[in-house]
């Protein structure tokens, strides 16, 4: 498809590109030389229906993006707008009341052009996705439909046939230039949705597809070749990027020489890459660029392609990552366009009524967790206030159904529950409906099963991903009484060393009754074991409304800061009388402000072995291994046998157990006596 002029001026007149251009954008550093063309691609990915500004979290605001846009296709006329997916899903209130149409009607007037599809582009499933997001607009027959843009997915097919689910490529045409776009979704789809929804369909290894469908296009004449993919590095760290034990790492290492730049997203991270194409050696461009925008609007990334026109060979490529709204600014950096404006005003008008009322107070901010360096979110590997809070009230929900344990995924948590003291610290403050809709945005049902105590270790295990994913470490929230120990030095499938339920330790033949959402009890996020829990019962209860019903019960919800797990290393060979040293880890919450202990006291048996310093610096990988803590002691002399270790921070309120052994000291050889003569 090729975009008029007249499409892009209009956008751009009402922003009033003339006056704005000098204040906010850079002049192009050098123009294309005569014989050559200059392809400007803008790319966004995670929107996720963040169509209002966000002073709190950064985000822009789709009438303030809209400007953005508009100012920068102005000054590149040949410019694709592109995204890598998850537009729409796990959105903010204004959209996800209104099944997301307000996120396609501003995205349809930003002129989106082509986008990947990403894994909550199926939060409905694939019927969904295409009978009514891609299908046209009807004000009777699909009236939340008509996204207008490409949406693709290469790697998607058909399970009985094989042939392709949605369409693979686009190409736009730029006087002699062609700009082919490849769409792909990371294969790990079908854990991260409904199952059911998705159960005709097989994702294939991205980059697999990728080749393929890049052979497709350099037969059809593209001079450029870009991926859109909805899969991404776990961290900002170019390091973490290419490394080839994670799935996007390897994917890089895949791709064809022919793709010449890559457009990621799915993992949130903001990032502007070159990695080096060994094939390209000798070229006047010898570095792939390899970018993602982030999330909820916060960046675009900017690609740059200089283009010969007589031999379609690229001449440089200059990449940016476009801060929208830069850190400690009152306001977005660009004003906001007026058409797209009144479009994200009517969708909060409709909501506002909804979405006003007050459900009940919040006593404290609840947090996701977070990586140094990253906002709220940005790390699903740490234990948060909000995930275990989340799950006593799926727990509480369902007692009726004799539950003692539920456990939450941290994905399902799309964002904080700050209340109306966001940002001010002013507790007690009331929340809202709308704000309690967008933590748990997927209208999950929750759903109670029994699990024997082996199998709640299984799905403990479960939280270390397959190897390669992209998260590699997905840590659940877990309801109050439920506590465990792990080492996360241990082989897989002996890490976790001992679970206890109200204080009382959880054996492998015992049988726990235990809640989960849907999406966990179809094995949801590789969690397997949970499909396989037997007596089981859908409650009816939509996790909302759990939460919903909690606050009209008991009129407020707060933060608790007790860890419900602790990383313990060391615990063998402990010997009466002999030196030890325990490392102790997961000790600390990574919210803004949540309280870390200073120090932990450390008891074996009835012995205090006394207050060691606690670590608390922010994480700076997925895992949950922040609040760090080292134990040296002399094992005392008289213990022996099984005894209770004990941790314990008074300013949280952590207190966890398990059982050690201890042998007794090693007696030392005696000297024959010397007989008398």
Known sequence: MTRTAATRARIAGAAGVAGLLAAALAVPASAAEEGQTDIQILGINDFHGRILPDSFGGSAGAASMATGVAELEALYPNTVFAAAGDLIGASTFESFIAHDKPTIDVLNAMDLDVSSVGNHEFDQGYLDLVDRVMAPYDPVTNPYGGASWEYLGANVRFVDTGDPALPET???????????????????????????????????????????????????????????????????????????????????????????????????????????????????????????????????????????????????????????????????????????????????????????????????????ARIEGGSSGSSRGAESTLGNAVAEVQKDATETLGVELAFMNPGGLRADMLGAA?????????????????????????????????????????????????????????????????????????????????????????????????????????????????????????????????????????????????????????????????????????????PVDETVTVKLGKVTLGEFAVDGSLPTDLYDEQGTAAVTFTVPKRLKGEQTLTITGATTGTEVSMTVEVEKKAKKDKKPKKRRR
């Open 170 to 368: 686009w190409i736009q045409t730029f006087g002699e230039i062609e700009v082919g776009f490849i769409g792909a979704v990371t294969e790990e789809t079908p854990s991260l949705v409904s199952p059911d929804g998705v159960a005709m369909l097989e994702f294939e290894d991205e980059a697999l597809a990728a080749n393929r469908s890049a052979a497709v296009l350099e037969d059809e004449g593209a001079d450029v070749v870009i991926l859109l993919v909805h899969e991404g590095a776990p961290t900002v760290e170019y390091a973490d990027a290419v490394d080839t034990s994670n799935n996007f790492g390897q994917m890089l290492a895949d791709l064809d020489p022919s793709i010449d730049a890559v457009i990621s997203g799915h993992t949130h991270m903001a990032y502007d890459h070159d990695v080096p194409v060994a094939e390209w050696a000798g070229n006047a461009v010898t570095e792939r660029p390899v970018v993602s925008a982030g999330q909820y609007g916060m960046y675009l990334n900017q690609l740059i392609f200089t283009v010969d026109d007589a031999t379609g060979e690229i001449v440089s490529i200059d990449s940016s990552l476009i801060d929208l709204w830069e850190s400690g600014a009152d306001a977005p950096v660009f004003p906001e366009d007026p058409d797209v404006a009144a479009i994200v005003a009517l969708a909060a008008e409709e909501a506002d009524e909804l979405g006003a009322v007050e459900l009940g107070d919040l006593d404290g901010p609840l947090y996701r």
């Open 422 to 594: 966001a940002g001010t610290g002013d507790y007690p403050s009331p929340v809202t409906y709308k704000e309690a809709a967008g933590v748990q945005p997927f209208a999950n049902t929750l759903v109670a099963m029994t699990l024997t105590g082996e199998q709640v270790a299984a799905v403990l295990e479960e939280q270390w991903q397959p190897d390669g994913s992209s998260r590699p470490f997905l840590r659940l929230g877990t309801s109050d009484g439920f506590a465990y120990t792990y080492d996360p030095t241990a082989e897989a499938g002996s890490r976790i060393l001992e679970m206890t339920l109200d204080g009382e330790p959880i054996a492998p033949a015992d049988t726990v009754r235990v809640v989960v959402n849907s999406f966990l009890a179809a094995g949801g996020d590789n969690f397997t074991t949970f499909a396989e829990g037997t007596d089981r019962a859908d409650s009816g209860r939509i996790d909302l409304n759990a939460m919903v019903d909690y606050l009209a019960d008991y009129g407020s919800i707060g933060p608790d800061y007790a860890q419900h797990s602790v990383g313990v290393t060391g615990t063998d060979g402990l010997q009466a009388g002999s030196e030890a040293t325990l490392e102790l880890s997961s000790l600390a919450f990574t919210g803004a402000g949540e």
